[in-house]
């Protein structure tokens, strides 16, 4: 089967690996702001691990715009991300980089197209080809199949027992009730979902000049797990990783996009 490609962005889609600065911005229901480094703020899930994700988003403010990297699992998620990044800068969105094709890391796109007329969408060369097939082949069965894994979960929790067939601990208590909801959003707001495809295509090396701050994109043709760390490159390196927690089997495809972010030298 032919591997897809992901876009692992420096500043992405991200869970934290190393502790994080004091919160940066007021908590949101599902996630919390945090300045992981001079203008690169987090927008930091607060789910429990589980089978369902809503993905971290990042901003890059720079002296005239903003990029941000991965839009939420929904258009009702990537609004409250929007409005946190609003409490952080009134400057516009310029870039949004889609580090691959999954669902949680795109669906929330149209938000940002209609909020800032002119946003350039960045993604891998083979990211809208992924979107059209796989993608789309992923998001039926989602919403076929979506609604009942819900219903499933919450009579689990209701009834006190595991997927495994014995008693629920708290964790999976927890993560039931979170992926029953992520759900519910998901399919929720698929009536009014428009996929919004990368028109900036990136196979190589995409550089963004952000006054005093490069931001390399690279394609780096590469198989790693979700969960492996990568490196943000800034006054002081911060380690980063792409997801909360999630099965070995869930894997970052071979085709991969690195942005390294770092200020310019004076």
Not at 108 to 124: E, S
Not at 147 to 162: H, I, N, T, Y
């Amino acid at each position: 089967m032919r591997a897809s490609v992901r876009l692992v962005v420096v500043a992405s889609s991200l869970c934290l690996h190393a502790a994080l600065p004091a919160l940066a911005a007021a908590a949101e229901p599902g996630f919390l702001v945090q300045e992981v480094a001079p203008g690169v703020f987090v927008a930091v899930r607060r789910e429990p691990p589980g089978f369902w994700f809503d993905c971290n988003s990042t901003f890059v403010v720079g002296d005239r715009d903003v990029v941000v990297v991965d839009t939420n699992v929904s258009p009702t998620s990537a609004r409250a991300t929007l409005a946190a990044l609003r409490k952080v800068t009134d400057k516009p969105v310029s870039h949004v980089v889609s580090t691959h094709w999954h669902d949680d890391h795109i669906a929330g796109n149209q938000v940002y197209r209609d909020a800032f007329p002119g946003v350039r969408f960045v993604g891998h060369v083979r990211t809208r080809g992924e979107l059209e097939t796989t993608g789309a082949t992923n998001r039926k069965s989602s919403l076929e199949n979506g609604p009942g894994f819900a219903r499933l979960l919450r009579k689990l929790v209701a009834d006190g027992k595991s997927l495994a067939g014995g008693a629920i601990t708290d964790e999976e208590r927890a993560a039931y009730a979170s992926d029953a909801s992520i759900v519910e959003r998901y399919v929720a707001d698929a009536s009014a979902l428009e996929v919004v495809f990368p028109d900036v295509a990136v196979d190589g090396t995409l550089v963004l000049e952000r006054g005093g701050r490069t931001i390399e994109i690279r394609h780096l043709n590469a198989r790693l797990n979700v969960t492996s760390a990568v490196r943000l490159d800034m006054t002081s390196a911060i380690s980063i990783r792409r997801k909360r927690s999630s099965p070995p089997s869930h894997r970052v495809s071979r085709n991969a996009v690195m942005a390294r972010i770092q200020p310019n030298a004076t």
